[in-house]
């Protein structure tokens, strides 16, 4: 498989809907990948709290939109990274996005641990509580947004569900990049899967942003790894490697704790 991940900049002064636009000819420029990927809350920035209420659209909003018809004009499966939600009951969510190579939304995955403990998305947002993948004819994604990365049995939740390819949409601050690249690599190995995690460059209300998406294998190989500046991060990977690497080292059939897989019985 190739993917490809769009570590665009949050730039506070380019519009909205001047981002949505840009990011959509990014994705164009990836005709020919089988996978794109976006960051968390690109559209805002993950740390524009003020900019949440203001910014936040319906699921089938012009964010949902614009990039439906990127993934089909492109002809690639998208996750469209995140955005505000705003739900029927006024709830606000951060919402993840994947298409089809035909435009068509595959699925939503609402944030589940929110961040600022007390303060920003923690207060301002509900929680999710579905975990959700997505099966390609190559793969099947299990998807995860940025503070996600933080919590290993949301991450064995969804190797449980079938995932082998975990996608981490994130708008990760610089001052804690080694914990980035660090739990990237923690969650490829103790689930035999590839990660594909992607941040945001620039800054989000005087937050700068880590940058240094991170592309690492079953066996927490580093396959590819961008620097801090929006960058496009292009990568060929074969999915069939987790299959083999969880066959030659059959760590997870050993579980005693948590969520057991099927094959374990009673």
Not at 79 to 93: I, K, M, P, Q, W
Not at 202 to 231: F, M, N, R
Not at 239 to 264: C, H, I, N, W, Y
Request: net charge negative; charged share 25%.
């Amino acid at each position: 498989m190739r993917a490809s991940l769009i570590q665009i900049a949050v730039d506070p002064d380019e519009s909205v809907n001047s981002r949505r636009e840009r990011a959509a000819s990014l994705i164009a420029a990836q005709r020919g990948a089988d996978l794109v990927v976006l960051p968390e809350l690109w559209p805002v920035g993950a740390f524009a709290y003020t900019a949440f209420e203001d910014e936040a659209e319906p699921l089938q909003g012009p964010t949902h939109d614009i990039m439906a018809k990127a993934a089909a004009d492109a002809g690639v499966w998208l996750h469209a990274g995140s955005f505000v939600e705003r739900a029927a009951d006024g709830t606000l969510y951060n919402t993840a996005l994947v298409f089809t190579p035909e435009g068509e939304r595959a699925a939503a995955y609402r944030k589940i641990h929110r961040f600022g403990f007390d303060t920003g998305e923690a207060v301002m947002m509900g929680a999710g509580e579905e975990l959700v993948t997505v099966a390609l004819a190559q793969t099947t994604l299990g998807l995860a947004t940025c503070y996600d990365l933080r919590f290993p049995e949301m991450f064995r939740g969804l190797v449980d569900a079938g995932a082998e390819t975990l996608i981490v949409a994130a708008g990760w601050p610089e001052r804690r990049r080694a914990h980035w690249t660090l739990l990237a690599q923690a969650r490829a190995v103790e689930n035999q899967s590839y990660v594909l995690a992607v941040g945001t460059a620039g800054t989000h209300a005087g937050i700068q942003q880590a940058g240094h998406s991170i592309v690492v294998d079953p066996w927490g190989e580093v396959l590819a790894e961008a620097g801090a500046d929006e960058e496009v991060l292009t990568v060929e990977f074969d999915p069939s490697k987790v299959a083999a690497t969880r066959e030659q080292f059959p760590a997870l059939k050993d579980r005693r704790l948590g969520l057991a897989p099927p094959e374990m019985g009673k």
